[in-house]
């Protein structure tokens, strides 16, 4: 099963991607993973639109969800010059947040199309708890270091 559309390069629409976001993850049955998908899939929808397509409401950006192999992916394509995804040597620069929360949220991240393409894959058979939470830890270690 999947989802295809497409939006318009303009932040104010970011709320209705998270809302077909959301029904699909519960039409899939994956909703209890909604926060992981929504929070990492809403930054990569977010750096599509502002890095990628530089908020130029003349370009779109495609969005793709769907069930695969023992999980649940989103796929992001923007319609801008790319990016060397290898070339961020320090994630947590302001360029580079956004990139380590999807590395931490989704369990495989990948670029494609000379970075206009950002695939996030979550496993949905089951997280260890191990895992759950160390990736809480390092989020809550994040934010804490971004508000002071």
């Known amino acids: 099963m999947t989802e295809q559309f497409v939006i318009q390069s303009d932040i104010a629409l970011m709320p209705s991607v998270e809302e077909r976001l959301f029904h699909f993850c519960h039409l899939c049955h994956v909703g209890n993973y909604y926060s992981a998908v929504s929070v ?75 970075g206009r393409t950002v695939r996030l894959e979550f496993d949905v058979a089951g997280i260890d708890p191990a895992d759950a939470l160390e ?12 508000s002071v």
């Open 135 to 146: 990736r809480v830890a390092i989020l809550r270690a994040h934010c804490a270091m971004v």
């Open 40 to 114: 990492a899939a809403m930054q990569a929808v977010e750096n599509a639109i502002v890095h990628g397509n530089k908020s130029d409401p003349a370009k779109t950006v495609s969005l793709t969800m769907g069930t695969c192999r023992g999980g649940f992916f989103v796929e992001v394509a923007d319609q801008g010059e790319g990016f060397d995804s290898e070339s961020f040597v320090d994630p947590l620069s302001v360029d580079g947040e956004g990139i380590f929360i999807m590395r931490r949220l989704a369990d495989r991240l990948t670029f494609a199309d000379g």
